[in-house]
């Protein structure tokens, strides 16, 4: 599989601890902060493939979050989770352009799954613009 | 059913609808009936004024043209030619032969002497002395006398008229006798309706005339005495037990007075009739007003009754929403809270998983690592413990009970419920609690409703980093009250909604957030638990809810 980055933002400190060390014993770039001006801050400076954000947090939560990333950085795929089973906070999230809407609990190989399915579109869709931006410059 | 508060309802409206609707409609009526009723009256009194005045006329007409005959041919003729009584018969027969009034003529010579006469009654009257008679010493001092009048040998009501003439110095007077029918005649014609009369009387309320009914010719009319009457004069009298109107109008010579009688009944007639139709009217309006005013009001409270009763059902069926929305919003509240340590418990276990699956497994820093998780997932054990058990005890108490409640307790509790909902909104919840007030006995579960409610709206009404203060205090002036004192720097409420905001409905959060009924309900229960509910409020700088609680409910 290939190596992609990934970057978990939720604000218990456990799961983030953890989760990272295990994305990183399957091979993944991960990263993890523990809110959502933390995550916009680490954004700054590296890009990331995919990106975990949880709905429900103090200060900046997911949903702002998430408008803000969309604004910075348009082609990062954001998968939302939530321990939270509203469903318009879901709905709001792919809206605002959000790969996917996920309940927890999850196991990590259905999170894997997702990450890696986010991944690919984002390739994909990488791909595509080169092919626009090439279809452009020839006359 | 109609409720006694229905029974008052429809009683007023009944009440004022007739006010409204029967007091002019009275006044009305009654105007008419009385400006109608004088109107008649003017116009009948004037009526019978005039008939009396016309009557009059004519018989001072008729007795004006009999004087003037006779004064005619008594300064035409000389007393040498009239005591000749064969040219007297000729004269008396020219004067018959237009006015068949005319009984008798006679000459008088100034001693009283009847010198020469004509007439069916001769060897009765020829040669009769009058010299003594009442009305010989009157006509001698006025030169002209009309009689009242009497019944003369042949039993006919008759009058006499006799006038004066001067030959030198010697007086003489011409007499004639008239038959008084045809002043009967004339009064009679003022007899109008069936029961109306007309007569002469003379200055001693004696009849010169027949009466229709009341009385006979110089007897004494059963009436009013009119004799003195002078001039024309309208009066309403009793007369026979009934009510009659009366006109009295003076002839000036003789001196008689002609009195009219109507009966008032028979004269107003019209008006009674016109009164009857009204007043019939009149009550048949009355009657149409009230039946309408009892079928309106009767289906205006029905459908008041109606509305009423739907209006309760669909109440029923708000609150029995809200609860179920109170319960999903649990529902939801208590599976985020579960839901966070259950996805720390799994990431544990896999992440255990993966170190024992791994070649390194029994290294020291593995071993450290299996602890630590073992560690994290007991936390989150005992997290998820917590929460399932402030459930329970949230169930348990849905049931009205009383018990002895720590209020300290139960406020920490509550703002145990709603930190992690604050705290994930950037709001602190800060309590300060006197530890001096007493335990009260209330319903627990009731009273944490309440908190719950008002603390939930001081959170909703919050931004990031306001901070929501809980006091409990005891005043020891009044040791049966326990306050708790909810505020938060949040939005606050418009004056003009303050008033409002513990109405049933009323809600300044949008549909699918609140119903409107939280204030409400804690109004209701603070009410049933014998505490009151308090607020103030400024907008833009908060709001303060106070509960006062009774240490005994």
């Known amino acids: 599989m290939e190596r992609f980055s990934v970057l978990i933002v939720d604000d218990e400190v456990d799961f983030t601890e953890t989760i990272v060390k295990r994305l990183k014993g399957r091979g993944l770039d991960a990263d993890g902060v523990n809110s959502g001006e933390e995550a916009l801050r680490l954004m700054e400076t590296r890009e990331y493939d995919v990106v975990v954000l949880d709905v429900k947090m103090p200060g900046l939560d997911g949903i702002e979050t998430l408008r803000e990333i969309k604004k910075r950085k348009p082609y990062t795929e954001v998968i939302m989770l939530t321990g939270h089973g509203s469903v318009e906070s879901g709905i709001k999230g792919l809206q605002l352009g959000a790969y996917n809407y996920i309940m927890k609990p999850v196991t990590l190989d259905e999170l894997m799954e997702h990450m890696t399915q986010a991944y690919e579109r984002r390739i994909i869709e990488a791909q595509r613009r080169e092919d626009a931006e090439r279809s452009e410059q020839r006359p | 059913m109609l409720t006694r508060h229905y029974q008052e309802l429809r009683l007023k409206m009944v009440i004022t609808t007739l006010c409204f609707a029967l007091i002019p409609l009275l006044a009305l009526g009654l105007t008419i009936y009385y400006q109608f009723t004088t109107a008649y009256e003017l116009r009948t009194i004037e009526a019978v004024r005039t008939m009396a005045q016309n009557r009059v006329n004519s018989v001072e007409l008729f007795l004006e043209e009999r004087i003037a005959q006779l004064v005619t041919v008594a300064n035409t003729h000389t007393y040498e030619q009239l005591r000749n009584e064969q040219y007297l018969q000729k004269v008396f027969k020219v004067m018959q032969h237009r006015s068949k009034s005319y009984i008798d003529l006679g000459v008088i ?84 309706g069936r029961k109306g009369d007309a007569f002469i009387i003379n200055r001693e309320n004696v009849l010169q005339t027949t009466p229709r009914f009341n009385g006979k010719v110089l007897g004494k009319p059963n009436a009013p005495n009119f004799s003195a009457v002078v001039d024309t ?152 413990r917590a929460i399932t058990h402030r459930l329970l005890g949230f169930g348990r108490r849905m049931e009205p009970t009383q018990e002895m409640v720590d209020v300290n307790g139960l406020v920490a509790e509550t703002v145990k419920f709603l930190e992690n909902e604050a705290h994930h909104r950037g709001i602190d919840i800060q309590d300060e609690l006197d530890q001096s007030i007493p335990k009260i006995t209330t319903d ?110």
């Open chain 2, 109 to 192: 010579d100034q001693n009283g002497d009847h010198i020469a006469y004509t007439g069916p009654h001769y060897s009765e009257l020829k040669g009769v002395n009058y010299g003594k008679e009442a009305w010989f010493q009157a006509v001698m001092a006025s030169s002209l006398y009309v009689s009242d009048v009497f019944l003369g040998f042949r039993k006919v009501p008759h009058f006499i008229i006799a006038v004066t003439n001067h030959e030198g110095n010697k007086t003489w007077i011409l007499r004639a006798t008239i038959n008084s029918d045809i002043i009967d005649n004339m009064v009679r014609r003022a007899q109008v």
């Open chain 2, 233 to 384: 004069i309208v009066e309403r009298a009793d007369s026979g037990g009934e009510e009659s109107l009366f006109a009295a109008s003076s002839i000036s010579n003789p001196r008689w007075v002609l009195v009219i009688k109507e009966d008032l009944r028979e004269a107003m007639a019209l008006l009674f009739r016109a009164r009857h139709v009204e007043v019939i009217i009149l009550l048949a309006g009355i009657g149409l007003v009230v039946a309408g005013t009892l079928i309106i009001t009767r289906s205006l409270t029905n459908e008041l009754m109606k509305v009423e009763t739907e209006r309760a059902k669909s109440d029923e069926l708000v609150v029995q929403s809200a609860k179920m929305a109170a319960l999903g919003k649990l529902a939801a509240g208590v599976a985020h809270e579960v839901n966070n340590p259950l996805q720390i418990i799994s990431e544990q276990a896999g992440w255990m998983k993966d170190i024992l699956e791994s070649d390194t497994a029994s290294s020291q820093e593995n071993q450290q690592e299996l602890k630590q998780c073992i560690r994290k997932i007991e936390r989150q054990v005992e997290r998820s």
């Open chain 2, 444 to 553: 627990p579960s009731q009273l944490q409703q309440v908190l719950l409610n008002i603390m939930d709206n001081a959170i909703d009404a919050s931004g990031k980093g306001d901070v929501i203060k809980v006091v409990t205090s005891h005043n020891s002036e009044d040791p049966r009250v326990v306050t708790v004192r909810v505020s938060d720097q949040g939005i606050g409420i418009p004056k003009d909604k303050l008033n409002r905001i513990f109405d049933p409905f009323f809600t300044t959060k949008g549909p699918s957030e609140g119903t409107g009924l939280g204030l409400s309900i804690s109004y209701s229960i603070m009410e049933k638990l014998g505490g009151r509910i308090a607020v103030e409020s400024e907008e833009g700088m908060g709001t303060t809810f106070t509960l006062f609680i009774p240490t005994e409910s």
